[in-house]
C-alpha cells in the first residue's frame, strides 16, 4: 500500500465488522429508536462511537478503548445537556441549525478524545477535516440512485417499485460502507497534516507503482466521494431554496449553505485531484497509455471498463524511475484529434444554432435582452471554437474550455438539481482529462525524479 501503514490497512480491512452494527442499527434499531427522541440519538451516537473507537481494539489496546468509550460517552452526555437547556430559548426556525452544530461538536469532541490517547501532534485540525468531510461532504452515495433513476427510466415504463428496493439497497450500502469511508478520510487527513512517511509527496504523485488490489479500491471509494459530494450540493441547493422561503432569518440560511456547500465542493476538488493521479499512476504502472480509457474514468458506469482493463492488466514497471521515463517518452494520444475534431465540430453547431434561433424568433428580435444573450451564446461558442483549434499548443486553452464548459452546465439547467451538480463534477474531472493528454507535466517530487530517469537510460 502506497498511501496506508500496514496497521491502517488492518484497520481498514477489518472496519466491515463495525459497518455489518451500521446495517443493524440502519434497518432495525432505527426504526424503534428513531433519532427525534432521546434513546435514538445516544443509540446512534453509541455506534459512531464505535467506529471512532474499533481501530483501538484492532491494535489490542483494551485500555485507551476503555478510556475512550467513557470519555466519549460524558463529552456526549455535556454536549446534549448543554443543547437541551439552550433549546427552550431557541426559536424554531433555528433549532436544526443549532442541532447540527452540537451534533458536530459531539462528534468532533470524540475525534479529540481519539487524537488525544494516540498522542497525535495535529489532532484538532485531523478532526476538523475529518468531520467537515465525513459528516458533511461524501453525500450518501445519492448519486448512484439518480444515475440508475435514468437508467431505469429509460428501460421501463414502471420502474416505480424497483426504485423501492435500489433506493434501500444503496441506503444500506452507505451504511456499510460507512466506517470504510471514515478511516479512509481519517488516515488520509492524519497522514498529511503529518507527513508520515513522505505521504505529501505520495499525494501529489502520478508516477507511484500502483497494484491492482490498491488501484481498484481506491478508485472505486473516491469515485463514490465524487458522485455523492457532487449530488449532494444540488439538494444543498434545493434544501436551501425551502428553508429561504419558509421564513427563516436571510442571513442565517445564506451562512448555512455557504457552509453546507464548501463541504461536499472540497471533497469533490479532493477526490478528481485523487483519481487523476492514482488512474494515471495505474496506467504508467501497467505501461498502457490509452486516451479513451482515460475519458472512460470520468463516466458513471462506464468507467467499469477502464477499471477490467486495469486491474487485469499485469505490472510492467517495479519503480517510479521506470514510471517517470514512460510518462515523459510516452507519445501524443490518438484521443487528441478526435477532441479537437468532435469540439469544433460542436462549437460550429452551436453558432449555427445561435442564428438559426435568432432568426426564427423574431418576436423577441426587438429585446435587448434576448439580443443580449444570443449574443453571448455566440461569444461562447466562438471562444470555445478557437480555444479548441489552441488547445494542443496553449495550456491556458484547457482552462478556458473548463471554465466555457462549467457555465454551459450550470447555466443550461434541465434536469433535476442533483443531476446538474453530477455534471459539475464530472465536467471538472474532464478538466483533469484534458490537461494529461494535451499538456502532461510533472511536479514537485515527480519532476526531480525525470532527470535521474534520463539519465539511467542513457
Not at 431 to 436: A, G, N, R, V
Request: charge should be positive; aromatic fraction near 18%.
Amino acid at each position: 500500500m502506497n498511501y496506508l501503514s500496514p496497521l491502517q490497512f488492518r484497520v481498514l480491512k477489518y472496519s466491515a465488522v463495525p459497518g455489518l452494527l451500521m446495517l443493524y442499527y440502519f434497518f432495525v434499531l432505527r426504526e424503534q429508536f428513531p433519532s427525534s427522541n432521546l434513546m435514538g440519538q445516544c443509540l446512534k451516537a453509541g455506534f459512531i462511537g464505535l467506529i471512532i473507537g474499533w481501530e483501538f481494539l484492532i491494535r489490542k489496546d483494551f485500555k485507551r478503548f476503555g478510556i475512550f468509550i467513557i470519555g466519549a460517552a460524558l463529552w456526549y452526555f455535556l454536549v446534549m445537556l448543554a443543547f437541551n437547556r439552550l433549546e427552550l430559548g431557541i426559536r424554531a426556525s433555528f433549532f436544526n441549525h443549532w442541532y447540527q452544530i452540537f451534533s458536530f461538536l459531539a462528534f468532533w469532541g470524540m475525534l479529540l478524545i481519539r487524537g488525544i490517547l494516540l498522542k497525535d501532534k495535529s489532532f484538532i485540525k485531523t478532526g476538523l477535516l475529518v468531520m467537515f468531510i465525513w459528516n458533511y461532504g461524501i453525500g450518501a452515495l445519492n448519486g448512484l440512485y439518480f444515475i440508475i433513476e435514468i437508467v431505469l427510466n429509460a428501460a421501463t415504463d414502471s420502474p416505480f417499485p424497483i426504485f423501492n428496493y435500489i433506493g434501500n439497497f444503496i441506503s444500506g450500502t452507505h451504511q456499510f460502507l460507512l466506517p470504510c469511508f471514515y478511516y479512509i478520510i481519517l488516515y488520509f487527513v492524519e497522514n498529511y497534516l503529518n507527513d508520515v512517511d513522505s505521504f505529501r509527496q505520495k499525494f501529489h504523485s502520478k508516477i507511484l507503482v500502483i497494484g491492482k488490489g490498491e488501484y481498484v479500491f481506491f478508485y472505486g471509494i473516491l469515485f463514490m466521494f465524487l458522485i455523492g459530494s457532487a449530488t449532494s450540493m444540488g439538494q444543498l441547493v434545493e434544501a436551501w431554496e425551502h428553508i429561504r422561503y419558509a421564513g427563516e432569518d436571510q442571513i442565517s440560511s445564506y451562512l448555512v449553505f455557504i457552509f453546507y456547500l464548501l463541504c461536499p465542493m472540497l471533497t469533490i476538488i479532493l477526490s478528481g485531484y485523487l483519481i487523476r493521479n492514482i488512474m494515471v499512476a495505474r496506467s504508467l504502472t501497467i505501461n498502457l497509455h490509452n486516451g479513451f480509457l482515460y475519458y472512460l474514468h470520468c463516466l458513471p458506469f462506464l468507467n467499469l471498463i477502464p477499471v477490467l482493463i486495469y486491474s487485469s492488466q499485469k505490472a510492467v514497471h517495479t519503480t517510479t524511475t521506470e514510471n517517470a521515463v514512460a510518462y515523459i517518452k510516452r507519445g501524443d494520444s490518438k484521443m487528441a484529434n478526435w477532441i479537437i475534431v468532435v469540439g469544433v465540430i460542436m462549437s460550429l453547431y452551436g453558432l449555427y444554432q445561435g442564428y438559426n434561433m435568432y432568426q426564427r424568433v423574431s418576436y423577441y428580435k426587438e429585446s435587448p435582452v434576448f439580443t443580449l444573450l444570443v449574443a453571448t451564446v455566440a461569444i461562447f461558442q466562438f471562444v470555445r471554437l478557437i480555444n479548441f483549434l489552441m488547445v494542443r499548443n496553449s495550456r491556458k486553452a484547457v482552462y478556458v474550455l473548463f471554465t466555457i464548459n462549467l457555465l454551459s452546465v450550470c447555466v443550461l439547467l434541465f434536469g433535476s438539481l442533483e443531476l446538474i451538480s453530477l455534471r459539475v463534477g464530472i465536467c471538472y474531472m474532464s478538466l483533469y482529462l484534458l490537461l494529461e493528454i494535451f499538456h502532461p507535466t510533472l511536479f514537485g517530487g515527480d519532476a526531480e525524479a525525470i532527470p535521474a530517469a534520463a539519465h539511467s537510460e542513457e
